[in-house]
């Protein structure tokens, strides 16, 4: 009893039947434009009258069914005053077969609201009437029952309020259940939205990516190289110099990766994204010589000819893999390979590791025992995947640790 007692005693039902009579009365104006047939043809039946009418005054009202800020307008106060949870529209026009359901449900929405309107006004009427001493009677097979004052008209008036607010439970309800279906997103908008949201995600799958590389390895960088200045500030003041300088230069380049990143993250118009390529690979060597490592290069081929994407997700490799080296290595040289042929590139980095040190896994206790993410790997294996390239990654013997990769350079370039 309770249960079906709850929905007369909600705001929003009430909510919801204002929002259907509000779309009977934005029918109005359209009304006087629909009765123009029967003025221009005042010898016609009534009924034909009648039915030319409401022909003109349908289509009128499904005519602003197609505009778009009609659509938006709707979603936002059926969410609103129906609490019904539309997303919104997409920006893209909708399919040609799907023009018709908002079209549709203004229909529905004005239909319901003069019903809803007559039936509930007409029934609060005679509520608000008959305790004040007005007739009432209903006829029914031949039998004539009326109502004059009394507990009866009491009992009746409270009848009729009940019913009205039953009748704007039901249009509450009937525009609730058709709101979805009509002004929803329909499969192929849902497909859009899906693509959407699978384009933004990517996108800041990127500038994860773009942020790991860039951001980690320069504290990476920036953490050893501080390290290293404060041991030989007294022993070897040019070299803690250097090693500052090195800092400040690491530093400067994060902060334009970072202020880019940011710009991108509140869709403000950034400027042109700073570009690293294998053209910087000297510098990025000499960054992590500064902080001590001793770095063994092996360049062969090229590197020149390698462009664009290509060159700039090589340079990214090299740096992610180098990070992971000072992280997790356990001392001695890093060999740096990277060999430019006409129909590939390979990039491979080796590192020494201690015993039971895993670099690249961030398990073990490398130099300094940085902590890890443990997304560095799987970033790069996704980078190489993209680039239709092959990567292969583990031990290289009892105390070593490999990472190569090739790529083509026909797909990429």
Known sequence: MIKHVRPLLRGSTYSGALFAYCGALASLPMLPVAMLPALVWPSAPYGVQLVLTLLLWAALIGAAGPARITRRVLIVSARRLLRVPLPDPVPAPAPA?????????????????????????????????????????????????????????????????????????????????SAPKLLGPSPAEQLALAAERELALAERNRLAHELHDSIGHTLTATTIQAAVAGEVLSADPVAARAALRSIEESARAALEDLDYVLGVLREQESETAPTRTLADLPELLGRLRHAGAVVEPELSGELTQVQGTLSRAAYRILQEALTNALRHGAGGPIEVRVAAAADCLELTVVNRTGEGTSAGTGKGTGRGAFPTSGHGLPGLAERVRLLHGEIEVGPAGPRHWRLAVRLPVRLSA
């Not at 608000?128 to 009326?146: D, F, I, N």
């Not at 009746?156 to 704007?168: E, F, P, S, Y």
């Open 97 to 177: 077969a799907d023009r018709w359901r908002t079209p549709a449900w203004l229909l529905l929405h004005v239909a319901l609201g003069w019903t809803g309107a007559l039936v509930s006004g007409l029934l609060l009427l005679a509520g608000l009437t008959l305790p004040l001493g007005a007739e009432a009677g209903l006829s029914l097979s031949g039998r004539t029952v009326r109502v004059v004052g009394g507990w009866q008209s009491w009992a009746l008036a409270l009848g009729c309020v009940l019913l009205a607010a039953t009748a704007c439970v039901v249009v509450t309800n009937a525009l609730r259940w």
